[in-house]
């Protein structure tokens, strides 16, 4: 059997923090419920089976004596493979009249079980022993779990040196049957605790653990502290394997393999999780009295197991179950307040899903089956018509599958009284099958009150029966599968009572072709002064788009360059933004408002090599000063960076110099104004330090022993750099 405390060894316990404080975590094993936990057949299960049996005697003369057995509890192994055994008895006491009953006697002495008859006479019976008792074993293959009917009977003619007849009912049942919580693989939170730098709790956090089930069949589930195994685990396969005959076609057996580790995935395809559960509560607990009394959160969730596939065994490694989609999706959320001493709900909320566009992709895999004693060059079991013998098993190897979320309510209590609440409903549409994404989103309020809010992408443009929309940009933007870009978004109200829409917000994007590459183009929002009823949505005439003529342009973006960086965008007050990139068109050096970017190019003197590679922020800085000196009007600002650490100095509009330093290991230290002055400093000490923000930037300098490498001048001299 798993040991948990094994099982939780090398696990995190605790995080102690730089800062002071540390987080100490309890886990525990997972638990699952065999029963609920296997969707499907089951193949070869790493059981502990049990004996039971069940023994009738039959001492009556002249009627037929009848019963049954309940085999409710027999483990079924296959359809062919006995898991049971009948032993019938017919006793004696006198060897010699008990041989005559064998060899003379017909239908006088018989036992029946499950429609079938052994007679005394039969000639699987033998005698044992002093020859009093005459037997027969007979193995049962039972493939259906249920209650078998039995009956004997012993002629009036027979006299009294035949005693009776005894039978006895053999089976194995899975002594899990008698302990349905077993111990699986993975550990589960049990409880997390917040300590304080001097080492008193300031939080403490528990977990439970639940499933649902209604076991005792009355129609409501009850609670049960396991949860369910996700992926059904198979140790052991059938082996095919062709055994040589001299002179004849090889011969086809199975031999029964046991394997190290589990042929199918131990954790669901979808979760991932080895156990899954149906519900979550998480208590936060008082962290004086160490109570349950600051409330509590219960999560449920879709939980069901993947589904298997039954291969009579023969399943080959690797071979994966059908995937339960919406395993692990929130169900519901409901928190709860602790008043006086009990707990009160006071939100919940509510997930509904759906699934679409299911596509499954089968595989097969096979195993050549080879002839033992057969050696090169005919090492395969092969017939005439059939050159290899080949073992397949076909399996759902991909599965694609759209997860909807369909709707959703929040619900919100009163406190202390649970019939005083409000609601809100969203509901969301998937109205085109070629993307589904959401196209509609329905709230509605407690009053009846409803928000509409319409979304578009660019294959909405496509007519119903058509691959083009008619304007080049949506066209290239399907075809380079950039189809969830939001293209038109309108909001709408609908009044309690009224059918009628009132549009009180609409947003458009619009995009461009730039050197091939998509690139945004202007932005627009509906501009009214009140709701309107007549809008008309984006559309598309002589491969334009067409907009409502009440959409405002809101901005432009009227420049990109050869790295598809933006360089300029317009606003909707007419003003002007431009950008100018440097250290390899990496990084914004310079933002100019009131000024074009074409302009800003073109100003005199300014050297875009050390734009890009500047050798300090000195040169960087000075180079887009003759930015500034050019437009006197504009507001421009100056960035510089240490590449791949962050910015080293920024010069805003109004010419003020900011100034960024950094530690060895690129972490921030100084903000230091246009006079050199501190005005923020950052120190990194572990908890328990004495604090030290000495940092010293001047270079330190050793000798090596190695050859001078100092910047020489022109006199060859070192200059320090």
């Known amino acids: 059997e798993p040991d948990p405390n094994h099982m939780k060894a090398f696990s995190l316990y605790q995080v102690t923090y730089p800062t002071g404080g540390k987080t100490v975590l309890e886990v525990e094993p997972n638990d699952y419920d065999r029963q609920s936990s296997v969707t499907g057949p089951r193949e070869y299960e790493q059981l502990t089976l049990v004996d039971t049996s069940v023994q009738v005697q039959i001492n009556q003369r002249g009627q037929v004596v009848s019963g049954s057995v309940n085999m409710s509890s027999v483990y079924v192994f296959s359809n062919a493979t006995p898991n049971a055994t009948l032993n019938i008895a017919f006793r004696g006491n006198n060897a010699t009249s008990m041989t005559n009953y064998h060899n003379q006697t017909f239908n006088k002495i018989y036992f029946t079980f499950n429609s079938s008859t052994t007679d005394i006479s039969s000639s699987n019976v033998t005698a044992s022993g002093t020859g009093t008792v005459w ?14 009917n039995w009956s004997g009977f012993i002629d009036n003619t027979i006299g009294t040196d035949f005693e009776n007849i005894i039978a006895t009912i053999s089976w194995k049942k899975a002594l899990v049957n008698q302990s349905p919580t077993l111990m699986a693989g993975g550990l589960r939170i049990k409880t997390i605790t917040d300590y304080t730098s001097s080492n008193a709790v300031a939080k403490r956090r528990t977990w439970e653990y639940t499933t649902l089930q209604d076991r005792d069949g009355n129609g409501t589930p009850e609670t049960y502290s396991s949860g369910r195994m996700m992926s059904y685990p198979c140790y052991v396969r059938n082996e095919p394997m062709a055994v040589y005959q001299s002179g004849a076609e090889p011969l086809l057996c199975y031999s029964l393999a046991r394997y190290g580790s589990s042929s199918t995935a131990l954790t669901s395809a979808i979760q991932g999780n080895i156990v899954g559960y149906d519900q979550v509560t998480e208590y936060t607990l008082d962290t004086a009295s160490n109570a349950i009394n600051n409330g509590k959160v219960v999560y449920t969730y879709y939980n069901s197991a993947d589904t298997t596939a039954s291969y009579d065994g023969f399943r080959l490694p690797g071979v994966l179950h059908m995937s339960y989609a919406l395993g692990g999706l929130l169900k519901s959320k409901e928190t709860y307040a602790t008043i006086g001493s009990s707990y009160q709900k006071i939100a919940r909320e509510e997930s509904y899903y759906r699934t679409t566009n299911r596509l499954v992709y089968y595989a097969m895999k096979a195993e050549i089956v080879r002839a033992i004693g057969v050696s090169y060059p005919n090492p395969y079991c092969s017939t005439a018509n059939v050159p290899y013998q080949t073992w397949g098993s076909v399996y759902p190897a991909l599965k ?9 309510r929040q619900i919100l209590y009163q406190p202390g009284d649970e019939t005083k609440f409000v609601i809100k409903t969203v509901v969301n549409a998937y109205d085109n099958a070629r993307h589904f994404q959401l196209t509609r989103v329905r709230e509605k309020d407690s009053k009846g009150n409803t928000r509409v ?39 709408s109200f609908y009044y309690a009572g009224s059918s009628t829409g009132y549009i009180a917000g609409g947003q458009a994007a619009l995009f461009r072709l730039f050197n091939y590459v998509i690139v945004s183009d202007k932005q627009y929002q509906l501009e009214v002064a009140a709701p309107i009823t007549n809008y008309q949505p984006v559309s598309i005439s002589a491969g334009n788009m067409v907009l409502d003529t009440r959409m405002r342009q809101m901005i432009s973006m009227d420049a990109y360059d050869a790295n598809y960086n933006l360089t300029q965008y317009t606003t909707n007050d007419g003003i002007t933004t431009s950008f100018l990139w440097g250290y390899g068109r990496r990084y914004p050096v310079t933002k100019i408002i009131g000024a074009t970017y074409t302009a800003a190019i073109a100003t005199a003197g300014l050297n875009q090599a050390v734009l890009q ?38 010069v805003d509009a109004k010419g003020l110099k900011m100034i960024y330093q950094y530690d060895e290991l690129g972490r921030l230290l100084f903000i230091r104004d246009y006079n050199n002055n501190i005005l923020k400093k950052f120190c990194y000490n572990y908890a328990g330090q004495v604090e030290n923000c000495t940092v010293s930037t001047t270079p330190q300098w050793q000798n090596t022993g190695t050859a001078i490498r100092c910047k020489k001048n022109s006199n060859n001299q070192n200059t320090g750099e």
């Open 613 to 650: 590679n500047p050798s300090s922020d000195a040169a960087l800085l000075s180079e887009v000063a003759k930015i500034r000196a050019s437009f006197p009007s504009a507001m421009v600002s100056a960035y510089a960076y240490r590449p791949l650490v962050g910015i080293t100095s920024e």
């Open 135 to 148: 037997s027969a074993t007979i193995p049962l293959v039972i493939s259906a779990a249920g209650t078998f």
């Open 453 to 491: 809010a319409m979304h578009k992408y660019p294959q909405d443009f496509l007519p119903s029966a058509g691959t083009s929309t008619g304007n080049a940009v949506l066209d290239t933007m399907i075809a380079r599968n950039m189809v969830a870009a939001l293209i038109e978004k309108r909001d």
């Open 400 to 408: 694609s599958e759209k997860i909807l979320l369909d709707s959703t």
